[in-house]
């Protein structure tokens, strides 16, 4: 969290505190978190929310999520997403990777957007495992897949194969979208239909 606090006490709650390289880059994940899930109609958990840009994209593209729920650890970024106020919508403040219980709000799907980008392999894989377990039906993700977009010191990148291994173990069945943006990957782990057995 420390690279999102630094850049907040330089920026304040400006796009820039947000460490995307660019608002077309942005798009460009938050285009392809909606190809890989239909998130219509679903419960969202924005985990590292930001601003809760995600949301306004989703809105724009006529996607209305059920309820959508942010959780950020910067105060200021926290309230900025506050302030826009989008329909069905509450943001939480806190710190999943400090207070991992804080991904188990009962939403049916759990966003990473870039929010996974700065973190340790521990961190990175314990954040994964944990969001799937509070998900209800996915958790969705993108990563750096080279070093091609990971030029600052504190981005961290990891192996396509790799991180695909961990998601094919962990999921039930597991979605990629590489075309959007040369370095960055999204993957979606997804459970398979729950069904109650009849007694």
């Known amino acids: 969290m420390l690279p999102y606090l630094q850049a907040v006490r330089q920026h304040g709650s400006d796009f820039a505190a947000l460490l995307w390289a660019s608002p077309r880059t942005q798009r460009l994940r938050f285009n392809a978190i909606a190809r890989i899930l239909d998130l219509q109609a679903r419960s969202v958990l924005d985990a590292g929310c930001g601003r809760a840009d995600l949301m306004g994209y989703l809105l724009e593209k006529d ?4 309820d959508y729920i942010g959780l950020e650890a910067v105060e200021s970024l926290a309230a900025a997403a506050e302030a826009r106020e989008y329909p069905n919508s509450r943001i939480v403040r806190g710190d999943f990777v400090q207070d991992p219980a804080r ?12 929010s996974l980008n700065t973190m ?5 894989y314990t954040s994964l495992q944990r969001a799937y377990d509070a998900a209800g039906e996915a958790v969705v993700f993108n990563f750096l897949c080279s070093p091609s977009l990971a030029g600052k010191d504190y981005l961290v990148w990891r192996r396509p194969e ?4 961990f998601c094919r173990r962990t999921a039930d069945r597991v979605g990629v979208l590489d075309d959007y943006l040369p370095g960055d990957c999204s993957i979606a782990m997804i459970k398979a239909p729950s069904h109650d057995t009849p007694t």
Do not use: E, K, M, Y
């Not at 996607?63 to 059920?66: D, K, L, M, N, Q």
């Not at 340790?120 to 990175?124: E, I, M, P, S």
């Open 120 to 124: 340790d392999t521990n961190a990175f």
């Open 162 to 165: 790799q991180v695909l291994d």
């Open 63 to 66: 996607i209305h999520p059920a």
């Open 103 to 114: 991904l188990f709000v009962g939403a049916d799907v759990i966003v990473f957007s870039g």
